[in-house]
């Protein structure tokens, strides 16, 4: 049967359904007076303005009162100091005083005052404990007592907050410290430590000082935004700026999403068929800390940078390399580096396209079966090219029925669609693409802040396709991934296998204002069975082992994320009954798993990860140093627990590991394809055909009773 597109004529709206990232950065410092900032005259109306909106069309319907505003003052002390390292306690107690239960009214008559009595003292505390610190580096790094037993919380932002200024400079020396053992560790000399910690806290200062009233404008008012959601944020005109050039795809770089956290630049999500994807080695949650341009460049420290200031650093020329120094985010007490090569690109719209496999596996039988393979990296359309009227124009579904139909000449007898790390895009595609593989009907429910709820659907009969299909997803599939992984688990048209998705079930739109622009949460998807997408994602028919430590990666691991719930149904047809089917099948893949020796690798990697989550770390060189080298020795005896299951060679030791790493690194990873000798496609495919042994087993059983 031929599968063809059907389009429905409506006009676009530009609104944001693909996993997204908080636009974090400051403004290009054009002035500064530290501990002297004001509001600009134009932030008052602009505040009053982003309340008018989120009032009316935010989804989440929240009280500007006295609760809400000492919520909205705890976050910006805590958006100011994450680390709850220069306020004391005495000063949140001032704040808590005289702002409490004042920052909503003035809010309404825009009054931003407060935001900069806060943040210029902690400006001024800032810039003096970075002097201290600078001045005393060459004593401290030659007078540290490494022998000593201490420990330093690695996340404070729970922490309580100091009480003396004293604690404040035991903070920062134990800071110090620890920054110190690290490079100690990696074979740095004391001179050579004091020279980057010099550079580091010099940069960190210079930044500091650079800071002005734009920024500390942004800093607040998204402090306000995300206490209604984490994808509702301010941008001031320079980060808007920045904001549209990233949403063109035509930038130079790596391809990768990024934000600060702890002053570090951490990896949110690689854009798929992007220059980092391919290159494969950089993951979510990893950390950015040294920068070095081509394959021999010095390697420039980037702890502490604005996130501007690291993205400027990391796009380039296309064509040409930019080195990656890399906390791996399976590091313990992040002492082990890596370097990754990276070379430049545009992420184009071919690299995110379609792509199709045949995969040969034998059934239960023995018998040699051909399952076809779609991998579908993201939800595109080339809205350009359609509205020329150019009857080639891409999209996804486009280029899916394209390659669907070649599968199905080349004799594929069912397909997986490969969902994994699809971030998402187009709604309008994850539409079209559902109708691919459905009769007829509604694909997804979309609820607005007024309440109003619209589906998108395929409203009329056309062929489909009409063979078995089985949906893998993963931790990183979102938003548009998972309407259409929901909607075809609702119509019970295929299994969906792998591990829970993102949970991003929101729609975003950027509102204009008379001084930069406002990113707003306006409505919520709901599969036609009724259930959110939202914070729960997709959960799986079938689990398989995760690469991605749910508590790290996802909508839940964020602060604010807006609840999971349900509405009314839309359809209760199911076109195929999988009750009797889902528990066999289960049981047959745990059985396949539990054998399989990459599997039991991923299974083990990720519970190491999840070892290493500590909430303090010592200060003890032979801790840290016992506890790195067996950091080593784990992630060789991983690595060489896959190697052997792929039939490959296992490394010697751990830094014959990391020197193969390199040279990989440098070769060119331009080719994008599928692998078929991938564990989970190869389970998927399995999964397939024991869906369909069961299903004819039952048709044949209930057949015989009548």
């Known amino acids: 049967m031929n599968i063809s597109t059907h389009w429905k004529k409506k006009a676009a709206t530009v609104a944001f359904l693909a996993l997204s990232v908080t636009p974090l950065g400051v403004s290009a410092a054009n002035e500064s007076n530290p501990g002297k900032l004001t509001p600009s005259p134009e932030h008052k109306q602009t505040t009053i303005e982003v309340l008018e909106i989120l009032d009316s069309r935010h989804f989440e319907d929240l009280n500007v009162d006295s609760t809400l505003s000492k919520e909205f003052l705890d976050h910006y002390i805590d958006s100011v100091d994450a680390n709850r390292q220069i306020f004391l306690e005495s000063d949140v107690e001032g704040f808590d005083k005289r702002y409490a239960s004042s920052l909503d009214n003035r809010l309404k008559k825009g009054d931003v005052a407060p935001a900069y009595n806060i943040f210029n003292l902690y400006q001024l505390r800032l810039i003096n404990e970075l002097d201290k610190v600078i001045a005393n580096l060459p004593a401290s790094i030659n007078g540290f007592d490494y022998k000593k037993k201490e420990s330093m919380i690695v996340d404070r932002s729970k922490a309580g907050w100091p009480k003396t200024m004293k604690d404040v400079d035991d903070l920062w020396r134990k800071r110090v410290k620890s920054a110190a053992l690290a490079m100690k560790l990696q074979g740095k000399t004391n001179d050579e430590i004091i020279e980057t910690l010099t550079k580091r806290y010099k940069n960190q200062l210079e930044r500091v000082k650079k800071l002005n009233s734009e920024d500390v404008y942004q800093i607040y008012m998204n402090s306000f935004t995300e206490l209604y ?131 040969d596996i034998k059934d239960s039988e023995g018998v040699t079966r051909k399952i076809g393979v779609l991998d579908i990296p993201a939800f595109y359309i080339d809205f350009d090219e359609a509205r020329r009227g150019n009857p080639n124009y891409k999209s996804t579904t486009r280029d899916t029925a394209k390659l669907l139909n070649e599968l199905v000449r080349e004799g594929a007898e069912g397909i997986i669609i490969d969902l994994r790390n699809n971030g998402g895009g187009s709604l309008r595609e994850a539409n079209e693409l559902t109708g691919l593989f459905i009769d007829k009907g509604p694909s997804v429910q979309i609820k607005t802040s007024s309440g109003r709820i619209h589906l998108e659907q395929k409203p009329y009969f056309s062929p489909y396709y009409d063979k078995p299909v089985v949906v893998l997803i993963n931790r990183m599939s979102a938003s548009a991934s998972e309407i259409f992984a929901g909607a075809l688990q609702d119509y019970a048209r295929a299994l969906v296998i792998g591990t829970d998705s993102f949970g991003k079930g929101t729609v975003q739109s950027l509102q204009p204002l008379s001084h930069g622009k406002l990113k ?25 082992p995760a690469i991605y430590d749910s508590e790290l990666v996802g909508e839940g691991s964020q602060d604010k994320a807006m609840k999971w719930d349900s509405i009314a149904p839309v359809i209760n047809r199911r076109m195929n009954d999988y009750t009797q089917v889902i528990p066999l099948v289960r049981e047959r ?4 798993v539990a054998g399989n020796e990459q599997f039991q690798y991923f299974n083990e990697k990720m519970d190491y ?31 060489n627990k896959q190697r052997v299951a792929k039939g490959e060679k296992p490394f010697e030791s751990y830094d014959i590991m990391e020197e193969e790493f390199k040279k990989k690194d440098a070769e060119d990873n331009s080719v994008n394809k599928i692998e078929l000798d991938d564990p989970y496609l190869i389970e998927a495919a399995a999964i397939l055909l024991d869906t369909e042994s069961i299903q004819h087993h039952e048709v044949a059983k209930n057949a015989k009773k009548k």
């Open 229 to 359: 959601d984490p994808h509702t944020n301010y941008m001031s005109p320079s980060i808007s700026k920045n904001f549209d050039i990233s949403m063109s795809l035509k930038l130079q770089g790596i391809g990768a999403m990024l934000r600060m956290k702890d002053d570090h630049t951490e990896v949110v999500r690689l854009i798929p068929g992007g220059p980092a994807s391919k290159q494969g080695e950089l993951r979510p949650s990893d950390k950015i800390v040294g920068v070095a341009q081509g394959v021999d460049g010095e390697m420039q420290d980037v702890v502490g940078w604005r996130l501007d200031e690291v993205v400027d650093l990391i796009r380039g020329t296309k064509g040409t390399k930019v080195r990656l120094e890399v906390i791996p985010a399976a590091s313990a007490g992040g002492d082990t580096r890596e370097q990754i090569t990276i070379t430049r690109d545009e992420v184009k719209l071919e690299e995110q396209s379609v792509k199709k496999a045949m995969l």
């Open 520 to 544: 707003i949460t306006e409505s919520k998807f709901y599969r036609i069975s009724g259930d959110s997408t939202q914070n729960r994602g997709v959960v799986p028919d079938v689990e398989l």
């Open 589 to 592: 893949s745990a059985k396949r």
């Open 609 to 639: 990860q999840k070892s290493l989550r500590v909430d303090e770390i010592s200060l003890n060189l032979d801790e840290r140093k016992n506890q790195t080298e067996k950091d080593k020795q784990v992630r060789l005896e991983l690595t």
